[in-house]
């Protein structure tokens, strides 16, 4: 289908972005455009105005900071796919971003348009709360952070407003944590994706963070793996019986995959995850 008509503006810095988006009513950011323009297609979207956001100065970009490393919204897949930085010090993220979709869809999509989107399949949430980033946005009240935890709130649902934009995340990077995901093999969005982070010292699992994206309305924490990893040796063993205890109340059932697929196959990958990360520790 033929969108309906629209205007497009091209904004040069985010408070120029956010006097657009307050001016336009009904106008939407654009970044990537690989999901908002389906949308527009099929006319579940009808924006006034496009609000270009890819060429502000800034908003791309992966940086350490005291400790922490940020990413900018605007940062594509392919980019954090990429980056030395992320390699060496987060690489779960780096291959988190290098599974999503395919080469076009890494070249143009972004982080920020991913984690607004939130579509519950996305790869991006469950890494997101694994290293239970925080979400940096900008709106005409001034500047906000929220921590993923609170951010994924239910289906396409964000703490995000309409006259709000996302700048970037923030987190402490960590080197023992790993993505799994069973992929939908045309389009690659996730059917089950876990991120596991591990903080392990002296052979000891310390604590972890579990995150579960593709199963549910959206991504969310799995506590339940998380509390029975905690304090334990740092082994398969540990990780297979945690990973035992991986569900979810409402699972999702689509033409992808069923229900009960989606319960069998969160373990399997919960235990990939979790591996993955351990076989990362120092
Ligand atoms: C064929 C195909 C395969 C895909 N496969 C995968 C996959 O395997 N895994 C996966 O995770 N994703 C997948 N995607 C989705 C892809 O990652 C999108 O790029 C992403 O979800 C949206 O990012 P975008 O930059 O394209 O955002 P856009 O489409 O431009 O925007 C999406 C929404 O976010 C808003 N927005 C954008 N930027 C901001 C911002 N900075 N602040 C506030 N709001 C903002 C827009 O207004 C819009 O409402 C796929 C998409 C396609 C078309």
Redo the contacts with the bound molecule.
């Keep these: 289908m033929i969108p309906t008509g629209f205007d497009y503006q091209r904004a040069t810095s985010i408070d120029d972005a956010l006097a657009r988006l307050k001016a336009g009513g009904g106008g ?11 949308l527009m297609k099929l006319r579940l ?1 009808e924006p006034s105005v496009l609000i270009d ?1 890819t060429r502000i100065p800034g908003l791309a970009g992966i940086r350490e900071k005291d400790g922490t490393i940020e990413i900018g ?2 940062t594509t ?1 392919s980019d954090v796919a990429a980056s030395s930085l992320l390699r060496q010090a987060c690489p779960m993220l780096a291959d988190t971003a290098g ?4 080469p076009q ?1 890494r070249n ?3 982080l ?3 984690l ?2 939130a ?1 519950p ?4 949430p469950a890494a997101m709360l694994a290293l239970d980033a925080e979400i940096h ?1 900008k709106g005409p009240k001034g500047w906000r952070r929220v921590k993923a935890n609170d951010f994924f709130q239910g289906l396409f649902t964000v703490d ?1 407003a309409p006259d ?4 970037g995340v923030q987190f402490a990077p960590v080197r023992s944590a790993a993505y799994a995901k069973l ?1 939908q093999r045309a ?4 059917i089950v994706g876990v991120a596991a982070a591990l903080d392990v010292k002296g052979g000891v699992i310390q604590s972890a963070r579990i995150g579960l994206t593709g199963a549910g309305t959206h991504a969310t924490r799995l506590s339940a793996v998380e509390q029975a990893l905690a304090g334990k040796p740092a082994t398969k063993e540990s990780a297979a019986s945690a990973a035992a205890l991986a569900t979810l109340d409402e699972l999702n059932s689509d033409i992808h995959a069923s229900e009960e697929y989606r319960r069998a196959m969160i373990p399997v990958f919960a235990k990939r995850a979790i591996e993955g990360a351990l076989a990362r520790v120092s």
Excluded: C, N, Q, W
């Design positions: 939407k950011l654009l970044a990537g455009g690989h999901s908002l323009v389906p979207s956001i919204a605007g897949h599974e999503i979709g395919d869809v143009r999509g972004t920020g348009g991913s607004a989107h579509d399949a996305a790869d991006y946005m995000l709000e934009m996302i700048v992929h389009s690659h969005f996730a």
